[in-house]
Protein backbone atom coordinates (compact mmCIF):
# COMPACT_ATOMS: atom_id res chain seq x y z
CA UNK A 1 0.00 0.00 0.00
CA UNK A 2 1.23 3.47 -1.01
CA UNK A 3 2.00 6.25 1.62
CA UNK A 4 0.33 9.41 1.09
CA UNK A 5 0.39 11.24 4.34
CA UNK A 6 3.03 12.51 6.80
CA UNK A 7 2.28 13.58 9.77
CA UNK A 8 4.24 16.57 11.81
CA UNK A 9 3.49 16.41 15.79
CA UNK A 10 3.91 20.65 16.07
CA UNK A 11 2.66 21.74 19.46
CA UNK A 12 5.30 21.29 21.42
CA UNK A 13 6.11 24.16 23.60
CA UNK A 14 10.00 24.48 22.20
CA UNK A 15 11.20 25.29 26.00
CA UNK A 16 14.61 24.97 25.32
CA UNK A 17 14.57 27.84 22.78
CA UNK A 18 12.91 30.33 24.87
CA UNK A 19 12.24 33.00 24.59
CA UNK A 20 12.30 33.19 20.83
CA UNK A 21 9.34 30.82 21.23
CA UNK A 22 7.22 32.45 23.40
CA UNK A 23 5.16 33.77 20.50
CA UNK A 24 6.90 31.57 17.48
CA UNK A 25 6.38 27.85 16.75
CA UNK A 26 9.63 26.00 17.10
CA UNK A 27 9.16 24.56 13.64
CA UNK A 28 9.62 27.89 12.19
CA UNK A 29 12.89 28.82 12.92
CA UNK A 30 15.34 29.31 10.12
CA UNK A 31 17.78 27.37 9.07
CA UNK A 32 19.45 30.17 6.24
CA UNK A 33 16.37 31.59 4.26
CA UNK A 34 13.79 27.96 5.30
CA UNK A 35 11.76 27.54 8.53
CA UNK A 36 12.72 23.96 9.74
CA UNK A 37 9.17 22.78 8.66
CA UNK A 38 9.80 22.82 4.95
CA UNK A 39 12.83 21.15 5.00
CA UNK A 40 10.91 18.27 6.61
CA UNK A 41 7.77 18.41 4.10
CA UNK A 42 10.54 18.65 1.27
CA UNK A 43 11.37 15.69 2.69
CA UNK A 44 8.21 14.07 2.45
CA UNK A 45 7.45 15.18 -1.00
CA UNK A 46 10.66 13.43 -2.58
CA UNK A 47 9.29 10.06 -0.50
CA UNK A 48 6.18 10.83 -2.78
CA UNK A 49 3.73 11.87 0.08
CA UNK A 50 1.05 14.89 -0.68
CA UNK A 51 -0.97 15.33 2.09
CA UNK A 52 0.58 16.86 5.14
CA UNK A 53 -1.30 16.83 7.92
CA UNK A 54 0.36 19.04 10.98
CA UNK A 55 -0.85 18.99 14.27
CA UNK A 56 -0.91 22.24 15.79
CA UNK A 57 -1.40 24.12 19.49
CA UNK A 58 -1.76 27.59 20.24
CA UNK A 59 0.99 30.47 18.88
CA UNK A 60 1.17 28.05 15.99
CA UNK A 61 -0.35 30.21 13.13
CA UNK A 62 2.60 30.96 11.65
CA UNK A 63 2.86 27.49 10.28
CA UNK A 64 -0.62 28.09 8.51
CA UNK A 65 0.36 31.34 7.22
CA UNK A 66 3.97 29.86 5.51
CA UNK A 67 2.01 27.56 3.64
CA UNK A 68 -0.45 29.58 2.05
CA UNK A 69 -0.43 32.20 -0.26
CA UNK A 70 0.54 35.91 1.08
CA UNK A 71 -1.26 38.17 -1.44
CA UNK A 72 -0.17 41.59 -0.33
CA UNK A 73 3.54 40.57 -0.42
CA UNK A 74 3.47 38.39 -3.11
CA UNK A 75 1.98 41.42 -5.57
CA UNK A 76 4.48 43.66 -3.51
CA UNK A 77 7.70 42.18 -5.51
CA UNK A 78 5.79 40.13 -8.72
CA UNK A 79 8.11 41.01 -11.35
CA UNK A 80 10.68 42.34 -9.20
CA UNK A 81 14.27 40.81 -9.52
CA UNK A 82 13.41 39.16 -6.09
CA UNK A 83 10.40 37.55 -7.41
CA UNK A 84 12.37 33.99 -7.70
CA UNK A 85 12.60 33.95 -4.30
CA UNK A 86 9.49 32.72 -3.88
CA UNK A 87 9.31 30.49 -6.35
CA UNK A 88 10.57 27.05 -4.56
CA UNK A 89 7.87 27.53 -1.72
CA UNK A 90 5.07 28.03 -4.32
CA UNK A 91 5.78 24.77 -6.39
CA UNK A 92 5.82 23.06 -2.82
CA UNK A 93 2.80 24.44 -1.79
CA UNK A 94 1.11 23.51 -5.15
CA UNK A 95 2.08 20.00 -5.22
CA UNK A 96 0.46 19.57 -1.63
CA UNK A 97 -2.94 19.42 0.46
CA UNK A 98 -1.86 20.64 3.96
CA UNK A 99 -4.07 19.45 6.63
CA UNK A 100 -4.42 20.70 10.14
CA UNK A 101 -5.98 19.84 13.45
CA UNK A 102 -4.81 21.84 17.17
CA UNK A 103 -3.62 19.43 20.31
CA UNK A 104 -5.30 21.45 23.12
CA UNK A 105 -3.32 19.78 26.08
CA UNK A 106 0.26 19.15 25.39
CA UNK A 107 0.36 15.54 26.61
CA UNK A 108 3.55 14.36 24.92
CA UNK A 109 4.38 12.98 21.28
CA UNK A 110 1.89 9.73 21.59
CA UNK A 111 -1.03 12.07 22.45
CA UNK A 112 0.05 14.48 19.34
CA UNK A 113 0.08 11.68 17.20
CA UNK A 114 -2.66 10.09 18.40
CA UNK A 115 -4.79 13.79 17.75
CA UNK A 116 -3.68 13.19 14.05
CA UNK A 117 -5.77 10.20 13.56
CA UNK A 118 -9.06 12.56 12.27
CA UNK A 119 -6.19 13.48 9.62
CA UNK A 120 -4.76 10.48 8.70
CA UNK A 121 -7.84 7.14 9.31
CA UNK A 122 -6.77 3.96 8.78
CA UNK A 123 -3.82 3.94 6.48
CA UNK A 124 0.28 3.48 7.03
CA UNK A 125 1.48 7.13 7.73
CA UNK A 126 5.12 8.36 8.03
CA UNK A 127 5.62 10.66 10.71
CA UNK A 128 7.97 14.24 11.03
CA UNK A 129 9.53 15.31 13.97
CA UNK A 130 10.73 19.24 12.17
CA UNK A 131 13.15 20.11 14.65
CA UNK A 132 14.96 16.20 13.47
CA UNK A 133 16.94 18.32 10.01
CA UNK A 134 17.89 15.11 8.33
CA UNK A 135 20.02 15.63 5.06
CA UNK A 136 21.64 13.15 3.30
CA UNK A 137 23.64 14.24 0.45
CA UNK A 138 25.09 11.22 -1.03
CA UNK A 139 21.46 9.99 -2.24
CA UNK A 140 17.52 9.91 -1.49
CA UNK A 141 16.36 11.11 2.46
CA UNK A 142 15.46 8.99 5.57
CA UNK A 143 11.80 8.53 4.46
CA UNK A 144 12.58 7.34 1.08
CA UNK A 145 15.26 5.08 2.72
CA UNK A 146 11.94 3.86 5.59
CA UNK A 147 9.85 3.82 2.74
CA UNK A 148 11.53 1.08 0.82
CA UNK A 149 11.49 -0.83 3.91
CA UNK A 150 8.20 -0.45 4.82
CA UNK A 151 7.22 -1.95 1.02
CA UNK A 152 9.42 -5.11 2.25
CA UNK A 153 8.02 -5.51 5.54
CA UNK A 154 5.02 -4.03 6.15
CA UNK A 155 4.99 -2.84 9.59
CA UNK A 156 5.78 0.36 11.50
CA UNK A 157 9.42 1.25 11.52
CA UNK A 158 11.17 3.76 13.58
CA UNK A 159 14.85 5.38 12.42
CA UNK A 160 17.68 4.99 15.00
CA UNK A 161 21.36 6.23 14.76
CA UNK A 162 24.28 5.59 17.21
CA UNK A 163 24.67 7.82 19.68
CA UNK A 164 27.14 7.84 22.52
CA UNK A 165 26.05 5.90 25.57
CA UNK A 166 26.29 9.06 28.33
CA UNK A 167 23.42 10.80 26.12
CA UNK A 168 20.35 7.85 26.43
CA UNK A 169 18.47 9.72 28.62
CA UNK A 170 17.67 12.11 25.81
CA UNK A 171 16.29 9.46 23.36
CA UNK A 172 13.67 6.47 23.15
CA UNK A 173 16.34 3.51 23.11
CA UNK A 174 15.63 0.37 21.56
CA UNK A 175 17.58 -3.30 21.48
CA UNK A 176 16.84 -5.55 19.05
CA UNK A 177 17.40 -8.34 16.48
CA UNK A 178 19.70 -7.44 13.55
CA UNK A 179 17.80 -8.92 10.69
CA UNK A 180 19.43 -7.64 7.76
CA UNK A 181 22.59 -4.67 7.64
CA UNK A 182 21.14 -2.02 10.18
CA UNK A 183 17.77 -3.41 10.26
CA UNK A 184 16.77 -4.49 13.97
CA UNK A 185 13.31 -6.36 14.71
CA UNK A 186 12.23 -4.31 17.74
CA UNK A 187 12.58 -6.35 21.09
CA UNK A 188 12.84 -3.15 23.87
CA UNK A 189 12.61 -0.13 23.87
CA UNK A 190 12.73 2.65 26.30
CA UNK A 191 12.09 6.12 26.86
CA UNK A 192 15.20 8.46 27.57
CA UNK A 193 16.59 5.21 29.83
CA UNK A 194 19.78 6.61 32.17
CA UNK A 195 23.18 5.15 30.45
CA UNK A 196 23.50 2.31 33.22
CA UNK A 197 19.68 1.21 31.86
CA UNK A 198 19.71 1.99 28.27
CA UNK A 199 19.63 -1.36 26.24
CA UNK A 200 22.10 -0.48 23.86
CA UNK A 201 23.19 2.58 22.54
CA UNK A 202 20.64 3.13 19.32
CA UNK A 203 18.66 5.86 19.68
CA UNK A 204 15.17 6.74 18.03
CA UNK A 205 15.49 10.03 15.89
CA UNK A 206 12.54 12.08 14.46
CA UNK A 207 11.24 9.51 11.65
CA UNK A 208 8.72 7.08 11.96
CA UNK A 209 6.34 5.11 9.64
CA UNK A 210 3.34 4.07 11.53
CA UNK A 211 0.54 1.28 10.72
CA UNK A 212 -2.90 2.11 11.63
CA UNK A 213 -3.10 0.00 14.36
CA UNK A 214 -0.98 1.99 16.81
CA UNK A 215 -3.73 4.70 17.28
CA UNK A 216 -6.34 2.07 19.27
CA UNK A 217 -3.30 1.09 21.18
CA UNK A 218 -2.40 4.99 21.98
CA UNK A 219 -5.60 5.15 23.43
CA UNK A 220 -5.04 2.59 26.02
CA UNK A 221 -1.18 3.60 26.51
CA UNK A 222 -0.94 5.30 29.72
CA UNK A 223 0.84 8.68 30.37
CA UNK A 224 4.45 7.16 30.92
CA UNK A 225 7.86 9.32 31.63
CA UNK A 226 7.15 12.88 32.43
CA UNK A 227 3.58 11.89 32.69
CA UNK A 228 3.41 12.68 29.09
CA UNK A 229 1.97 9.58 26.62
CA UNK A 230 5.16 8.35 25.06
CA UNK A 231 5.04 6.95 21.77
CA UNK A 232 8.11 4.74 22.25
CA UNK A 233 5.53 2.79 24.89
CA UNK A 234 2.50 2.42 22.13
CA UNK A 235 5.31 1.05 19.70
CA UNK A 236 6.79 -1.58 22.50
CA UNK A 237 3.10 -2.73 22.53
CA UNK A 238 2.89 -3.01 18.82
CA UNK A 239 6.17 -4.82 19.15
CA UNK A 240 5.15 -7.59 21.60
CA UNK A 241 2.40 -8.44 19.34
CA UNK A 242 3.78 -8.19 16.17
CA UNK A 243 6.69 -6.64 14.65
CA UNK A 244 8.49 -3.54 14.55
CA UNK A 245 11.36 -2.38 12.99
CA UNK A 246 14.50 0.08 13.79
CA UNK A 247 16.62 0.73 10.58
CA UNK A 248 20.07 2.73 11.02
CA UNK A 249 19.40 5.69 8.27
CA UNK A 250 22.04 7.04 5.75
CA UNK A 251 22.69 10.75 6.07
CA UNK A 252 23.23 13.38 8.68
CA UNK A 253 20.92 14.30 11.61
CA UNK A 254 20.92 17.18 13.43
CA UNK A 255 18.52 18.08 16.73
CA UNK A 256 17.58 21.52 15.81
CA UNK A 257 15.57 21.53 19.24
CA UNK A 258 18.49 21.75 21.33
CA UNK A 259 20.65 25.49 20.07
CA UNK A 260 23.64 23.32 19.72
CA UNK A 261 21.98 21.52 16.98
CA UNK A 262 20.82 24.34 15.48
CA UNK A 263 23.76 25.90 15.28
CA UNK A 264 25.85 22.97 13.43
CA UNK A 265 23.10 22.42 10.84
CA UNK A 266 22.93 26.29 10.01
CA UNK A 267 26.81 26.16 9.64
CA UNK A 268 26.70 22.82 7.43
CA UNK A 269 23.98 24.09 5.07
CA UNK A 270 26.05 27.37 5.16
CA UNK A 271 29.03 25.59 3.89
CA UNK A 272 27.03 23.26 1.51
CA UNK A 273 25.43 26.53 -0.13
CA UNK A 274 28.46 28.37 -0.16
CA UNK A 275 30.48 25.49 -2.40
CA UNK A 276 27.41 25.11 -4.63
P1 LIG B 1 10.18 17.81 21.93
O1 LIG B 1 10.21 17.43 23.35
O2 LIG B 1 11.44 17.79 21.15
O3 LIG B 1 9.57 19.25 21.68
O4 LIG B 1 9.06 16.96 21.20
P2 LIG B 1 9.15 20.35 22.69
O5 LIG B 1 8.44 19.79 23.87
O6 LIG B 1 8.42 21.34 21.87
O7 LIG B 1 10.58 20.96 23.05
P3 LIG B 1 11.27 21.35 24.45
O8 LIG B 1 11.81 20.07 25.00
O9 LIG B 1 10.22 22.00 25.32
O10 LIG B 1 12.34 22.31 24.04
C1 LIG B 1 9.26 16.31 19.97
C2 LIG B 1 8.20 16.72 18.96
O11 LIG B 1 6.91 16.42 19.42
C3 LIG B 1 6.05 17.54 19.36
C4 LIG B 1 6.97 18.74 19.35
O12 LIG B 1 6.35 19.82 18.69
C5 LIG B 1 8.20 18.21 18.63
O13 LIG B 1 8.05 18.30 17.24
N1 LIG B 1 5.14 17.50 20.52
C6 LIG B 1 5.63 17.21 21.75
C7 LIG B 1 3.80 17.75 20.34
O14 LIG B 1 3.34 18.02 19.20
N2 LIG B 1 2.98 17.70 21.43
C8 LIG B 1 3.44 17.42 22.67
O15 LIG B 1 2.62 17.38 23.61
C9 LIG B 1 4.80 17.17 22.83
Same mark, same amino acid.
Given at each position: ?14 ? !? ?7 ? @?????? $???? @? ?17 ? $??? /???? !???? +? ?22 ? $? ?18 ? =?? +? ?6 ? =??? %? ?7 ? +???? $? ?6 ? =??? &?????? %? ?82 ? &? ?5 ? &? ?5 ? %? ?9 ? /? ?15
Amino acid at each position: MKINKCLFPAAGYGT !RFLPVTKAM @PKEMLP $ILTK @PLIQYGVEEAVEAGMHTMA $IIT /GRGK !RAIE +DHFDISYELEHQIQGSSKEHLLTE $IRALISKCTFTYTRQIEMKG =LG +DAILKGEV =LIG %KEPFAVILA +DDLC $INEEGSGV =LTQ &MLKLYQ %KYKCSIVAIMEVPIEETYKYGVIDGKELEDGVFMVTEMVEKPEPSEAPSNLAIIGRYILTPDIFSVLKSTKPGKNGEVQITDAL &MTLARTG &MVLACKF %KGKRFDCGSVE /GYVEATNYLYNLEREK
